[in-house]
């Protein structure tokens, strides 16, 4: 019985690390995806403005 309350405990504890680490590394994508939106915006507003002084 003690054998398998460890391996639940070992499965539990893995399954919440891996979870975690999924977590983490879409929290990085998001604030990617934030940069990539907001330096295309820039770069969209800079060609507006450059072709209206022209």
């Given at each position: 019985?003690?054998?398998f309350i460890s391996l639940?405990?070992?499965f539990c504890?893995?399954?919440l690390s891996s979870c975690?680490?999924?977590e983490t590394i879409?929290?990085?994508g998001m604030w990617w995806a934030f940069?990539?939106?907001g330096l295309v915006v820039i770069l969209i507003l800079?060609?507006?403005f450059k072709?209206?002084?022209e």
């Open positions: 019985m003690k054998a639940l405990l070992m504890v893995s399954f975690t680490a999924v879409f929290k990085a940069f990539l939106v800079w060609i507006v072709s209206r002084k």
